[in-house]
């Protein structure tokens, strides 16, 4: 499709050749019944791939308490959140979570090869109070588990938690100015404040395809690895796969971590692929002493390091602390600055030329490491840089060049499971073990499904009921006619978004903390968001909102663009600023309210008095 410049070595971008592609090989992928998945909720069948394999159930007896602040969910949400009001000297805080302990997705994925995409510097919260800095610069999932322990056992997050507990329902009550939240163990927490940390990759994702039932083999979900099983262990070493043929269905992020590690045990690997992801270059190494001893010679060296990756990725910054495939590919193809003297229309094609320069990056590195070039051709990704999550792993296409590993091409998708395999374009593929590496529910998956419970506010009002519409906030974090309750922030909910969403939590945990602090400080009792502040911050998100339909329905179909249907996107999920958010906006936004100190657009129980200042 390309010719490359003998001048300087540029790919030759033809904008007519490059868009017939593209849109070629989306549209072997809008096949009708691609986004079924299965409500595991409700799903007799397959509602046991959500049972906790790491972790012993024990009995306990209902407890009944009442609390300062409940927090559902224990994941990095939920964590930075009580940590911060432990700071504000909150005392009794309740962790509820359906997950045997904390962690979160970080709890649940520990399938072989499992490391953070984003590096570990940067991405594991609260480093410094931990006086802790990563072995490596993309810390594997077990190394993450255990900070978010220590995190969890330096705030006291843990004597007090309500583990393998799943709430089912949280509903205020006026009379006591209490949330009462009940669980599936007979448990009534009373709570004055709620936190819903319910996190953004928390619904397992399995898709509904013809025949699943009928599967004899084994068969697990990558969020709930089976290593009695398959042997071995999150570093590899699956040494009970010696024998056995293997399937993978996936090609995101998780497949593409767990892929080598199934290849070098298993007798056979063949990867069901529909959409070849981008997998660039991830360069992981150990820390030295030397760069760890620097980093605590800085006081502040966390938040700044955060600060400046959000900020290269976004064009701002002039100076590149991390220096990694993200802060390469990512500014050359969403933040390019236009000069002031070229026009709109220049400007989109030269974003389009350096995205497709980006993109032939990435094939070119699977035609060095891939022997077989038909092997190679189905593994390169045809569509823009910003259609689907990128990957990072440099033992990823090496491993298609291995003489027992299959990949097979399901544009379309697989058409049924089989007794003993799956059928692809009308052939049969027979497999021991079939690995669902089908990833999660999108990160804008409303709030209400996410929390996957009842929450019922003033005059017996649900938020799905009160978000009918789409989401209606006041920063992203409250909502009317629930009172004394927040929300972390996710995509989609009137926040802001960023590649690193620690910052977004770590910040919304402060503010979460701060104002509780100032709320008891002026005895509150009970808060709520009025109807006219809740009203005028929604417009603003509406102002901002951004659409680019035209570029998403050009995108191969993927969560990023609702699986091909890119309309369905509500202008209400924006974010604050517009496109992916002013990130530095919103939380000069949410400090200048604190400073303020008059909780405006809140209702309060008593009339607001000024403050003292020190």
């Known amino acids: 499709m390309t010719t490359f410049s003998s001048e300087d070595g540029a790919p030759h971008f033809d904008p007519d050749a490059v868009h017939a592609k593209y849109l070629e090989e989306r549209d072997k992928r809008l096949v009708e019944g691609r986004a079924a998945i299965r409500d ?25 308490d009442d609390v300062d602040v409940a927090i559902v969910g224990a994941g990095i949400g939920g964590l930075v959140a009580g940590a911060e009001l432990r700071k504000a000297g909150i005392g009794k805080i309740r962790l509820i979570d359906e997950a045997g302990g904390v962690g979160g997705t970080w709890y649940w994925n520990r399938y072989p090869g499992i490391m953070c995409d984003v590096e570990s510097y940067s991405y594991i919260p609260m480093l410094e109070e931990l006086d802790y800095v990563p072995k490596t610069r993309y810390a594997y999932g077990a190394e993450i588990r255990e900070c978010l322990e220590m995190l969890a056992e330096k705030f006291d997050l843990v004597a007090d938690g309500l583990f393998h507990t799943r709430v089912t329902s949280t509903v205020w009550n006026e009379e006591l100015a209490r949330w009462v939240i009940e669980t599936d163990h007979g448990d009534m927490i009373r709570a004055r404040y709620v936190v819903e940390a319910v996190g953004i990759l928390n619904l397992m994702k399995l898709p509904d395809i013809p025949g699943m039932e009928l599967f004899k083999g084994k068969s697990f979900h990558t969020a709930r690895w089976d290593y009695e099983y398959t042997g071995g262990d999150a570093s590899g070493h699956l040494d009970k796969l010696a024998d056995k043929v293997v399937a993978v269905m ?80 990512w500014p050359r193809t969403r933040a ?39 092997v190679a051709e189905i593994l390169k990704p045809y569509y823009r840089y910003v259609c689907k999550r990128p990957c990072f792993l440099d033992e990823y296409y090496p491993t298609f060049s291995r003489p027992n590993v299959t990949v097979v091409n399901c544009p379309a998708g697989i058409e049924r499971i089989t007794e003993t395999g799956a059928i692809c374009n009308g052939q049969e593929y027979e497999f021991d073990l079939l690995v669902y590496a089908t990833g999660f529910e999108a990160e804008v998956t409303p709030f209400p499904r996410r929390a996957a419970h009842d929450i019922i506010g003033r005059g017996g009002l649900s938020v799905a009921e009160a978000w009918a519409e789409g989401p209606a906030t006041l920063h992203g974090i409250m909502t009317r006619g629930f009172p004394n309750m ?38 509150v009792r009970i808060f709520d968001v009025s109807q006219e502040a809740q009203d005028a911050y929604v417009d603003f998100i509406l102002s901002r909102y951004v659409a680019a339909f035209e570029m998403m329905e050009a995108c191969t179909p993927s969560r990023v663009n609702f699986e091909g249907n890119p309309r369905a996107a509500n202008p209400r999920s924006g974010s604050w600023g517009g496109g992916m958010g002013d990130l530095h906006g919103w939380i000069r936004m949410l400090a200048a309210w604190r400073e303020q100190g008059e909780f405006e657009g809140l209702e309060l129980d008593q009339p607001a008095v000024t403050r003292e200042r020190v």
Request: charged content about 25%; glycine content about 6%.
């Open 40 to 64: 595991l909720s409700g799903d007799t069948l397959f509602g046991k791939y959500r049972e906790d394999p790491f972790t012993p159930y024990v009995h306990r007896e209902p407890v009944t």
């Open 250 to 329: 996936g090609t995101g992020a998780s497949a593409v971590q767990c892929i080598p590690h199934l290849a070098e045990s298993a007798k056979h690997l063949y990867v069901f692929q529909r959409t070849p992801a981008p997998v660039g270059y991830r360069g992981n190494r150990p820390t030295t002493p030397e760069f760890a001893e620097e980093l605590r010679g800085h006081p502040g060296w966390q938040r700044e390091r955060m600060y400046n990756f959000h900020d290269v990725l976004r064009g701002a910054a002039e100076k590149d602390l991390v220096d990694d495939a993200w802060t390469n590919y």
């Open 336 to 374: 390019r600055r236009r000069p002031p003297d070229m026009s709109m229309e220049q400007y989109m094609y030269e974003m389009e030329r350096e995205d497709f320069a980006v993109m032939e990056e990435h094939r070119a590195w699977i035609d060095e490491f891939v022997t077989d070039p038909e």
């Open 486 to 523: 927040f929300i972390m922030p996710s995509p989609g909910q009137q926040s802001v978004i960023t590649v690193n969403f620690t910052l977004v939590n770590s910040e919304a945990a402060e503010h979460i903390g701060h104002t509780v602090k100032l709320l008891d400080e002026r005895g």
